[in-house]
């Protein structure tokens, strides 16, 4: 499945400029071809090329992906260097951005998907890494997104480190999400950046308010294991493929077939030996 790739520029209610990137499937000999869409949230870098290859990806395999350059509210919508001074913009960038332009983000994501003409209309799933993956977790409070594989989303248990101190994404998210969205989220065991008491305190937090998920705690590998360069040398092409595995389980199931309404069935599962 080939792919194009093309961009809207969107105004802002602060007056700024979000660039959304946008890449398409295309099937030679059916271009009035449908098909789902999917926002890909990227790290505090915006879209680099690690990003721009998973939303890639992501196309190859039948979806209408959208990227976003977040930090419209400050800069271009150019990736920010893998380096020391990119690092520190990005991640000053990201608690001062404001929620509510975060979340305004995601509705022009949604709204952009909406009116290209191969969206089939229906569904809409989120992805992202680190900041990214927190942003697609924040994404399930607008209902038109379906579900979301978060990879190590940051810091999303800290208010004081996640996207400001006002950051309100797990509890808000654990509470509002509908019984027919659902979410995975996956973490390597030696990320520093999430710890073992935080990823505890989001598993409980989703369990204590009967979230839909999977938990997905891998073996050795570090913060950013997807990223596929090696500016910090934590890529693990192997794992990630195992990852990318359970995304497209869930936009599969969740975003190509018609399943009907969501019936609640809270029958207990049979012990069988």
Do not use: W
């Amino acid at each position: 499945m080939l792919i194009t790739e093309s961009y809207q520029d969107v105004p802002t209610k602060d007056g700024t400029t979000l660039r959304v990137y946008i890449y398409s499937p295309t099937i030679k000999g059916y271009p009035k071809a449908k098909f789902p869409g999917v926002i890909v949230y990227s790290e505090i870098y915006q879209v680099t090329g690690p990003v721009k290859r998973f939303a890639q990806r992501i196309a190859s395999e039948g979806y209408v992906v959208v990227a976003p350059a977040i930090y419209h509210n400050f800069i271009g919508p150019e990736p920010l260097p893998y380096d020391v001074p990119g690092t520190d913009k990005g991640n000053q960038f990201k608690i001062e951005k404001p929620l509510e332009s975060y979340d305004e983000d995601n509705k022009i994501c949604c709204d952009v998907l909406y009116g290209l003409p191969n969206f089939d209309g229906k569904k809409i799933g989120a992805t992202g890494m680190c900041l990214g993956g927190h942003l697609a977790f924040r994404a399930l409070l607008d209902k038109r997104v379906t579900c979301a594989t978060c990879f190590f989303p940051t810091d999303i248990h800290l208010k004081s480190l996640g996207l400001g101190k006002n950051d309100d994404s797990l509890e808000r998210v654990s509470k509002e999400v509908s019984k027919d969205q659902e979410m995975i989220l996956i973490f390597g065991t030696l990320d520093t950046h999430v710890s073992p008491e935080g990823r505890d305190l989001i598993r409980s937090t989703l369990r204590e308010n009967g979230v839909r998920f999977t938990f997905l705690e891998v073996l050795d590998a570090q913060h950013a294991f997807i990223r596929d360069e090696f500016s910090k040398g934590r890529f693990d092409a192997s794992i990630t493929a195992s990852c990318v595995g359970f995304l497209f389980e869930q936009f599969n199931r969740k975003l190509k077939i018609d399943m009907g309404e969501f019936v609640d069935d809270n029958k207990p599962v049979e012990h069988v030996c």
